[in-house]
């Protein structure tokens, strides 16, 4: 199938040939764990429910001792031992439970934890989660997309970036130098033929992930040229920004959006994006904890409420 990207020479996100020779073999030498794909297919659908996630959950061991763990952290303070998937569940919550199944997947295919020089791997898997939850309660909210794409959309929007920093450090490290000499980042991946929209675009088409989430990777920062799933990349590209305010970004990267444009897409009221933007200030502080636990760190990120003041206004 053609690549939905725009034939007009701006929107046109070239990828350098070395790379690009690479992400073929990478997608068949790195793939995603099975118990990841059907983790895929099953959130996608609405009908889907707790005992359908344990089934899958619980055919994965080392899904389940993770999950099992969690559920047993000091962040709940439970008096009895969690020995059980379905209790697991009950603790953590099923929604929850959703994003953090995915993300110990994803986490397992790409270590984070070994990332270039200047570069905090942990932020970016919680920029990722923070989308990720901020995308569903938006698509809650509007009904322009399904909450399960959303998230999985969010988790795997920034892939591009993430299969960079951890498949092609030399090349990221060059981006970097480009950033910390005063570029913007997409000024430096310009330059150096790295667009990460387009990176993370093939590599979904390579590992025959479902088109919605191909063209929402491509597009998330310019939703308008989005040729089917324009809602759903405007949902994301809300929720980029949204994680960004919150403290919850990338300092690589910084995020623009055309909020008119956005609010008119997606159908949403001011007043409506106020009372959301309250509910994340009041709730990403508690899940935090729990995605810190899913990283094996302790040490909190951002500074939620960061710059949502100029949207409260």
């Given at each position: 199938m053609e690549s939905p990207v725009s034939r007009n020479?701006?929107?046109?996100?070239?990828?350098?040939?070395?790379v690009e020779s690479r992400l073929g073999d990478i997608g068949r030498l790195v793939s995603l764990p099975s118990t990841t794909f059907r983790l895929l297919s099953l959130l996608m659908s609405e009908t889907t429910s707790a005992r359908d996630l344990q089934k899958v959950v619980e055919q994965d061991p080392g899904l389940t001792a993770k999950v099992i763990s969690l559920s047993n952290s000091v962040i709940y303070a439970i008096r009895d031992p969690v020995s059980t998937i379905d209790r697991a569940?009950?603790?953590?919550?099923?929604?929850?439970?959703?994003?953090i199944a995915l993300g110990i997947g994803l986490s397992e295919t790409f270590d984070l934890k070994k990332v270039p020089p200047g570069f905090d791997g942990r932020a970016l898997w919680l920029h990722c989660l923070s989308v990720s939850w901020i995308a569903r309660e938006l698509a809650l909210v509007t009904k322009a997309?399904?909450?399960?794409?959303?998230?999985?959309?969010?988790?795997?929007?920034?892939l591009g970036i993430i299969i960079l920093v951890s498949k092609f450090p030399i090349?990221?490290?060059q981006l970097l130098d480009l950033i910390n000499s005063g570029q913007p980042l997409q000024d430096a991946e310009t330059t150096l033929n790295l667009r990460h929209e387009a990176i993370g675009y093939q590599l979904a088409k390579n590992w025959g992930l479902p088109q919605v989430f191909q063209e929402v990777i491509l597009f998330h920062h310019y939703p308008h040229l989005c040729p089917n799933h324009a809602k759903l990349?405007?949902?994301i590209n809300l929720a980029d920004n949204l994680a960004h305010r919150s403290?919850?970004?990338?300092t690589i990267e910084s995020s623009s959006i055309d909020l008119p444009k956005i609010l008119a897409t997606l159908g949403l009221k001011i007043e409506t994006l106020q009372n959301l933007i309250k509910n994340i200030i009041t709730a990403i502080p508690k899940v935090e904890p729990l995605w810190n636990q899913l990283l094996n760190g302790t040490k909190p990120v951002g500074k939620t409420?960061?710059?949502?003041?100029s949207l409260l206004k």
């Open positions: 020479a701006r929107y046109d996100l070239p990828i350098d040939l070395q569940i009950t603790i953590i919550g099923f929604k929850e439970l959703e994003i997309a399904e909450p399960s794409e959303a998230m999985i959309a969010g988790l795997l929007h920034e090349h990221f490290i990349a405007s949902i403290g919850y970004g990338l409420g960061g710059k949502f003041s």
